[in-house]
């Protein structure tokens, strides 16, 4: 059984790699410039010419891209390629207001494709294998990032999406499923479900998992490897950059290695922008340097995480990032999708006229996170009946799931019942224990 | 004739309805009548009081409250007492949304009902017309 996908890359020495990354930043700072007006603007602005670039030593004079400049230059603004060089999109999961879309060459499918291969791999993953894939299919890269990947391993691919569970383990049981490729708040729900309907791990044909897209513990961990009997696999990536596979787990669970000959990784300080020697805690930047389509130069992901080049027992050389251990912004990932306070005051303000005191409360129970949002009644949004009040709570409830995709539990609740601390009131309550 | 009523939304907490009356005694006003719908997570007090302005002013600093125009209406205390105005209002062709009874009686033999209806003029006509005593805002503070 092949132990890389990819041996040269994934076991490559740092100079070599810096030699190759060094390479491939200079051509695509050059690429940028050249077809990107929006960042040739942003260079000339910092007085930054890709003759400045000579190599990844260079790459903190570029400027910052932030998931605002994306949203400035929806949907095409940001292209490098024609269109009709493209073959695909994906988007961000969720949210109107917030949506960024991302374009894909052939080429740049069959790197992402590459990319996930080496995580199927490091699973474990051969020709041999079965791949059930219960990530939702469409612009949600999970489905067809897993999906391409596992065909490019050559394993039989189930794309069996998410949802009607027990014709999921019906499936597994029938078609011999080696390794499940979906969230891993669905995979816990599948473990239960598998012992909901009597079963056990030993009648499934499972070995590993692939799971990523939302933060989950060490403890689920534990608690899906046991009920699938199976090895949990991480995986990291975000649509902006490509999906799926930007950094994957190997058997040592310690961590993801990051597929830097596409994405070169820096950490920094949230606040200054400063760069931050490694092993630091900070906010994770990517670079990605091969991509045609849609190449992001220092893209601040807002995930804080600490890198390590520390040499893991898995032979791999590619830089390993930690879990994500929480956001520079106030992005909340709920149900595996992006969910910003901002998003809902949108609605508030547009059925209400003004913002009312509101708070989001998310927590987690079991495996499933929950999502209340509470919102402070005033007068003029009150009428005496009952009927009145709860037709309210309906459309917000219906205007949430339009705007974000997922459902919250609306409740009304009354003036000053929302804690505020020195005045301000608190809007994010996350009980779920993450990190 | 109609009287004001007042509708306070309530979480389903406890000691709230305690908070909410002890704020309405501090301010001297008198409660004619009360009732208290209820769902799982809150509840809406409907109050008939002796002074609207006092007891919206003890109450709007800490509870969301709106006023409405509702009919407080005398029936005999016999049977089928309700059963005629019901039929009154039922010819009218009004609807009842809810209703429920006050604590002043102007006499042994009588009960006073707080109605809500779909359209106050129409009730009001109908009541007046079948003989029945509608009681006005002053009466409120005065039986």
């Keep these: ?106 080429k740049d499918i069959d790197i992402w494709d590459d990319c996930v291969a080496r995580a199927i791999t490091a699973a474990g993953g051969t020709k041999e294998d079965v791949v059930h894939i219960a990530y939702g299919y469409g612009l949600f890269t999970g489905g067809l990032g897993l999906h391409g990947g596992s065909h490019k391993v050559g394993c039989l691919t189930l794309p069996v999406s998410s949802g009607n ?73 975000l649509t902006e950059t490509s999906g799926p596979g930007v950094a994957f787990e190997c058997e040592c669970q310690t961590g ?58 898995c032979g791999r050389t590619l830089v390993k990032m930690t879990k994500p251990m929480g956001r520079s912004d106030d992005m909340l990932i709920i149900k595996g999708v992006n969910v910003f306070p901002s998003q809902i005051e949108t609605v508030l303000l547009r059925d209400f006229g003004a913002t009312p005191n509101y708070q989001i409360v998310v927590d987690r129970v079991g495996t499933t996170d929950t999502f209340e949002i ?32 997922i ?29 | 004739m109609t009287v004001k009523q007042l509708s306070v939304f309530a979480q389903n907490k406890p000691g709230r309805i305690s908070a909410l009356t002890k704020l309405l005694a501090e301010n001297g006003v008198n409660i004619r009548a009360i009732s208290v719908a209820d769902t799982k997570d809150f509840g809406i007090l409907r109050l008939i009081v002796s002074d609207i302005d006092k007891a919206k002013a003890a109450l709007k600093d800490n509870a969301v409250v709106q006023s409405s125009k509702v009919l407080a209406v005398i029936a005999e205390d016999t049977p089928g007492g309700l059963a005629s105005i019901m039929e009154a209002l039922y010819a009218a062709n009004v609807s009842v949304e809810y209703m429920y009874s006050a604590f002043l009686n102007p006499s042994e033999n009588n009960a006073c009902l707080i109605l809500r209806v779909d359209n106050n003029d129409n009730a009001v006509s109908a009541l007046k017309e079948a003989g029945f005593r509608l009681l006005s805002q002053e009466d409120m503070a005065k039986i």
Excluded at chain 1, 61 to 88: T, W
Excluded at chain 1, 387 to 400: C, G, N, T, V
């Design chain 1, 256 to 313: 993801m290695h990051i597929n830097e000959d596409n994405f070169i990784a820096e950490i920094i300080d949230p606040d200054t922008g400063e760069v931050l020697p490694e092993g630091s805690k900070g906010e994770l930047v990517f670079t990605s340097i091969t991509k045609e389509a849609f190449p992001l130069l220092r893209y601040r992901t807002r995930d804080i995480c600490i890198l390590t080049r520390e040499k893991c027992k």
């Design chain 1, 407 to 435: 459902r919250a539990k609306i409740s009304l609740v009354e003036p000053k019942s929302i804690p505020r601390s020195e005045g301000k009131a608190v809007r994010v309550i996350d009980k779920r224990k993450l990190v």
């Design chain 1, 1 to 106: 059984m092949a132990k890389y996908w990819n041996e040269e890359i994934e076991t490559m020495d740092y100079e070599s790699m810096k030699k190759l990354q060094s390479e491939r930043l200079v051509r695509q700072v050059r690429h940028v410039y050249d077809n990107v007006p929006y960042y040739k603007n942003l260079m000339d602005e910092r007085g930054v010419t890709p003759d400045d670039i000579k190599g990844i030593e260079d790459l903190h004079k570029l400027p910052f891209i932030s998931k605002a400049d994306l949203r400035d230059n929806y949907p095409d603004g940001l292209l490098a390629v024609p269109k009709s060089e493209c073959v695909r999109i994906h988007a961000t999961s969720g949210t109107t207001g917030k949506r960024a879309i991302a374009f894909y060459t052939a």
């Design chain 1, 374 to 405: 509470k919102i402070e009644l005033s007068d003029n949004m009150f009428d005496d009946t009952i009927r009145s009040i709860e037709a309210l709570e309906k459309k917000l409830s219906a205007d949430i799931v339009q705007i974000l995709g």
């Design chain 1, 165 to 237: 569970t027990e014709r999921q383990i019906q499936f597994m049981q029938d078609l011999g499923s080696t390794i499940l490729c979906c969230t891993p708040s669905y995979a816990a729900y599948i473990g239960e479900t598998v012992a909901e309907m009597g079963l056990s791990p030993d009648d499934l044909t499972l070995k590993a998992g692939i799971f990523g897209a939302e933060p989950w513990t060490e403890e689920m961990r534990r608690s899906i490897e046991k009920s699938l009997g199976i090895k949990a696999y991480d995986i990291y990536g």
